[in-house]
């Protein structure tokens, strides 16, 4: 199976306007592994293979474990993830499937318990950042053509 569209090729000031917001989450005060968290959860819920193999492979280089990686797709049950990091993790859920409930008031009044307002934001940004890199890659079928069966 072939990718069906090129959007860095036929649209690169889009493309290139989500890298901006990708280079500038780079700057933000939120930790790598608050990030690797947050994508890869986001990448499983909206089942997009490329995001979640290229994540996963970010995480484990910086340090995460893979019994954490193994672990997130229920982190609600899992005991390792902290108080905080489940708090990040329910935000993520709720922000991805925003049609459900949305962030809701309890989740928001556990994120703001563990940061400040503005790594809130910076959180929200992230969540919709991966989330618009899944939503191209799962329509554009980019793991299909970039993928090779070991």
Same mark, same amino acid.
């Not at 990686?69 to 982190?75: D, G």
């Given at each position: 199976?072939?990718?069906?569209?090129?959007?860095? &090729?036929?649209?690169?000031?889009?493309?290139?306007?989500?890298?901006? /917001? +990708?280079?500038? =989450? &780079?700057?933000?005060? =939120?930790?790598?592994?608050?990030?690797?968290?947050?994508?890869?959860?986001?990448?499983?819920?909206?089942?997009?293979? +490329?995001?979640?193999? !290229?994540?996963? !492979?970010?995480? =484990?280089?910086?340090?995460?474990?893979?019994?954490?990686?193994?672990? =997130?797709?229920?982190?609600?049950?899992?005991?390792?993830?902290?108080?905080?990091?489940?708090?990040?993790?329910?935000?993520?859920?709720? /922000?991805?499937?925003?049609?459900?409930?949305?962030?809701?008031?309890?989740?928001?009044?556990?994120?703001?318990? +563990?940061?400040?307002?503005?790594?809130?934001?910076?959180?929200?940004?992230?969540?919709?950042?991966?989330?618009?890199?899944?939503? /191209?890659?799962?329509?554009?079928? !980019?793991?299909?053509?970039?993928?090779?069966?070991?």
């Amino acid at each position: 199976m072939k990718q069906r569209l090129n959007i860095q &090729e036929l649209e690169p000031n889009a493309y290139n306007a989500i890298l901006e /917001i +990708y280079k500038y =989450l &780079e700057t933000t005060t =939120l930790s790598k592994k608050s990030k690797n968290l947050i994508k890869i959860r986001a990448s499983q819920i909206n089942t997009c293979a +490329y995001c979640i193999e !290229m994540h996963t !492979m970010e995480a =484990l280089k910086n340090g995460e474990g893979q019994n954490r990686i193994f672990a =997130l797709s229920a982190w609600r049950e899992s005991p390792l993830f902290s108080e905080e990091e489940k708090a990040l993790l329910a935000a993520t859920d709720e /922000i991805t499937q925003v049609s459900n409930n949305g962030l809701t008031e309890g989740t928001f009044q556990k994120l703001k318990s +563990y940061f400040s307002d503005n790594e809130i934001a910076q959180i929200i940004i992230q969540i919709g950042e991966i989330n618009i890199w899944n939503r /191209i890659a799962v329509s554009t079928q !980019m793991f299909q053509a970039t993928s090779k069966v070991s």
